[in-house]
């Protein structure tokens, strides 16, 4: 970990931003000087060696070499024999889905538990940390959509429980192991490292899981600033897989590269270990918490029994622990009717603790009951390591967005909405290095990496070093703020391209962060080459990428709620369809419709593009935006069934609002047998 150089800091200092556009280029393309079109992964500043960005690409399900799953092959329905759960959430069925989950489980080769639409009643049981509990691979818990499956959690004491936990039965997988056996590294470990010496390669195999160790030895915490503070803390932890063993220079080959440089003098050392769960998903559902009514909910009540802050702490929706290569995928809040409050959770939404690529997409979360200290709040908690948190939405936590680890490492924010959170997004605590914000809109939210030395019982200290925000958009400031990012880095952090309305960046420094954080923003993001760091770096590694680019945006139809009462509409389960999951708009005649609210995220023209089911049984239907035709009436009808995207034209925002989409129906082909239109997704494009 070299320290920045002062040069650097002493040119941004006087408003100099290096590898922007020159003068009279200000309209012009431009790239990082960081990330050239010859970039490959451990390419340095030119001017400066100890500044580079690390490869990203290993976020996400099974390292971006597959998309999650959408399984057909084996599926369990809750409603039917032998389980007849109550769908009617009139019924506590927390025992009966438990029963079908872990039948699935014991399955050979896993299967899906299917919640078809309907509000299922749920409660931990007593001396039970979860409701439901995901303990065996190849598990799958799936709804009919999130606007029309509900897990509705009954408990109003869920103090550090949660609606769902996906872990092992067994404690052995510790990335952190205090008796399992350890094996030597014999040289110091620099960053983005890819082979391990180690005293003996015996007993070590390939595709064999291992972590990779060092200690927080007083050396190293007086070396990170901290003088002492961190010596009672884990040091860093790697979890990875061996694709090579090399028995002569008695080597490791790992399969993601380290993300911090690892030291003999801090007793680096490789553990084997236990595999993770794997190949477990939750999709297409939404989740609610019934709000607690309990007095006493000040911001430090959490440690007082008896108040309601003491029942709801650590609550959360959804905990992942130990699990490698899962997915969360069209999760949303809601609203239960029981609650009297516009409350969602009791406390926190989506926690992942000791993962290693997990994919969470197309989630949105809102609206904690209890925000007080104590780490209550937060919306997405990342403890784990090369997870991608993708097209997501947070709105109201305390903390929106939260690293909260050592252990938080090489993660990837990609195409996310941040809104309305009571204090900022952050990098939390503890060093949680390398990770990505790319594409992320920020709307009345700040997102900070700084130093938080004053905070904590052990000291929050300096929460991240390497780590990068590429081309966020600022929608609208914090109120009282001037700023969207604030980038206060141990080392080296970087700050490349800014779009929207509020591009302001503070770069201020304190004597463990100094000098000055890389920033390159003298040039609007709008013309960043590439836009997705993320999806270009996919690209070099695996050549080919199904991950769309940061300038599009795209809304799956079965996780959009229509907003009138009476838009009548249902989702269903297709293979074929982009996530799994589609949206029928159920009408009999001309004038049928069904009204979206989207949030575009940024302004300026779009392409509006729509992809629907067609077949037989298929009506016509004009595009609305805000009222507005977009594009002409367009028909459904297909001899056989087929799924097509259709090309609307473009549209322009001048302003972040939400906006109406309303699909009306205007008759049918003489040949067609019905009206109902089925939507799989809503793409925009940004010109």
């Not at 490698?324 to 609650?339: E, H, I, L, T």
């Not at 197309?362 to 390591?385: D, H, T, V």
């Not at 993001?525 to 795209?554: C, F």
Request: aromatic share 8%.
């Amino acid at each position: 970990m070299n320290a920045k150089p002062g040069l650097r800091s002493m040119c941004l200092l006087m408003g100099v931003a290096l590898g922007t556009a020159a003068p009279g280029e200000a309209d012009a393309a431009w790239r990082s000087v960081l990330y050239p079109t010859t970039w490959q992964p451990g390419y340095t500043n030119p001017g400066n060696s100890a500044q580079f960005l690390h490869d990203f690409s290993y976020a996400g399900y099974r390292a971006r070499r597959a998309e999650p799953p959408v399984r057909m092959d084996a599926v369990i329905d809750v409603t039917a024999a032998p389980y007849y759960a109550d769908r009617t959430g009139a019924s506590d069925v927390t025992a009966v889905l438990q029963r079908a989950i872990d039948d699935a489980g014991a399955r050979s080769g896993g299967a899906v538990v299917l919640l078809p639409a309907g509000t299922y009643k749920v409660s931990p049981p007593a001396g039970k940390n979860h409701a439901l509990w995901l303990n065996k691979s190849n598990v799958v818990l799936r709804g009919h959509g999130a606007t029309e499956t509900f897990l509705y959690n009954a408990g109003t004491d869920m103090r550090a429980r949660s609606v769902i936990r996906v872990a092992p039965q067994t404690s052995a997988v510790s990335w952190t192991p205090s008796s399992a056996t350890s094996t030597a590294v014999t040289a110091n470990l620099p960053t983005l490292t890819t082979r391990v010496p180690v005293a003996s390669v015996s007993g070590f195999a390939v595709d064999q899981w291992i972590v990779i160790r060092a200690d927080l030895t007083e050396a190293l915490s007086q070396e990170l600033g901290m003088g002492s503070d961190w010596t009672s803390l884990p040091g860093a932890s790697f979890y990875r897989r061996i694709t090579a063993v090399d028995a002569t220079a008695k080597t490791l080959s790992i399969d993601i590269p380290l993300r911090l440089d690892m030291k003999t003098r801090d007793n680096a050392r490789v553990y084997k270990v236990a595999a993770h769960l794997s190949e477990v998903g939750i999709e297409n559902l939404a989740i609610g918490m019934r709000e607690n009514s309990t007095p006493g909910t000040g911001g430090t009540d959490f440690s007082t029994p008896g108040t309601g802050a003491y029942e709801m702490h650590d609550a959360s929706l959804i905990q992942l622990n130990h699990t490698v290569d899962g997915w969360v995928v069209n999760v949303k809040s809601y609203r239960p009717a029981s609650n009297t409050r516009d409350i969602h959770m009791l406390s926190n939404g989506i926690d992942m603790l000791f993962t290693r690529n997990i994919t969470v997409d197309a989630c949105e979360l809102n609206k904690p009951q209890y925000k007080g200290e104590g780490g209550n709040g937060y919306l997405y908690s990342i403890r784990g390591s090369d997870g991608l948190i993708k097209d997501s939405v947070a709105f109201g936590g305390r903390h929106n967005f939260d690293f909260r680890s050592t252990q938080a490492t090489g993660n990837v924010l990609f195409n996310n909405r941040a809104s309305n959170g009571d204090l900022v997004s952050d990098f939390h605590m503890h060093l949680s290095a390398a990770n990505l914000m790319d594409n992320l809109t920020l709307h009345q939210e700040k997102f900070e990496a700084a130093d938080r030395s004053p905070y904590g019982t052990t000291s929050h200290g300096v929460t991240t070093t390497q780590s990068v925000f590429w081309n966020t958009n600022g929608s609208q400031y914090r109120s009282g703020t001037t700023s969207i990012i604030r980038s206060q880095q141990y080392g080296q952090g970087y700050v490349i391209g800014v779009r929207g309305s509020a591009t302001g960046v503070d770069l201020s420094t304190t004597t463990k962060t100094a000098p000055v954080d890389f920033a390159e923003t003298a040039s609007s993001g709008n013309l960043l080459s590439p836009q997705s760091l993320y999806v270009d770096q996919i690209q070099r590694r695996l050549g080919s990428t199904a991950e769309h680019e940061g300038n599009v945006l795209v809304y799956q139809a079965e996780n959009i709620q229509p907003s009138q009462a009476d838009d009548t509409s249902s989702t269903n389960i297709d293979a074929q369809a982009e996530k799994g999951s589609l949206r029928y708009h159920n009408t009999q005649a001309v004038g049928g419709k069904v009204t979206y609210v989207l949030y575009p995220r940024t302004i300026g023209a779009f392409q509006v593009k729509v992809r629907t089911k067609k077949n037989n049984a298929r009506g016509q239907y004009q595009l609305d935006i805000d009222g507005a035709p977009q594009g002409t009436p367009q028909d459904e009808y297909s001899s056989g069934t087929v799924y097509a995207e259709t090309d609307l034209g473009t549209v322009t925002f001048t302003t972040l609002e939400p906006k109406a989409f309303t699909f009306t129906v205007t008759g049918k082909n003489a040949a067609s047998s019905a009206y109902n239109i089925a939507v799989d997704a809503i793409r925009l494009i940004r010109q």
